[in-house]
């Protein structure tokens, strides 16, 4: 089994910035690819941005530009460092977890508990 931590939500601005964290554990090896999704409230879950331990990266055009995805091998780290955040960012932000790139929805195997950003004036 994974087990995905997130940390980093909150509440902010209208083109303010937030740093997401998601921190791996248990059967790393059965990782190849981490990444986040999101989900507005009535809306269905969707891509933001998936990553490979190598690098390779893949984000939803909505959010290409403004936000970039990272990760920290050493730590089984994985980051959102979002940027000009828009009102319509608002969601609940799900890390997750699989083996198959690009990793769509249907390809996650793991998720985590979700963390809240809102963004607000």
């Known amino acids: 089994q994974v087990q995905l931590v997130e940390s980093g939500g909150g509440l902010v601005q209208p083109g303010g910035t937030l740093r997401l964290s998601c921190a791996a554990s248990?059967?790393?090896?059965?990782?190849?690819?981490m990444g986040w999704y999101r989900q507005a409230p009535g809306k269905q879950r969707e891509l933001v941005a998936t990553?490979?331990?190598?690098?390779?990266?893949n984000y939803a055009d909505s959010v290409r530009g403004r936000f970039t995805i990272s990760i920290d091998n050493a730590k089984n780290t994985v980051y959102l460092q979002m940027n000009s955040l828009k009102i319509e960012d608002t969601a609940v932000y799900y890390c997750?977890?699989?083996?198959?790139?690009?990793?769509?929805?249907?390809?996650?195997?793991?998720w985590g508990q979700g963390t809240q950003v809102t963004v607000s004036s």
């Open positions: 990553i490979t331990g190598s690098g390779r990266t």
């Open positions: 997750a977890a699989g083996s198959r790139w690009p990793m769509a929805i249907q390809d996650v195997n793991w």
């Open positions: 248990g059967r790393i090896n059965s990782i190849n690819v």
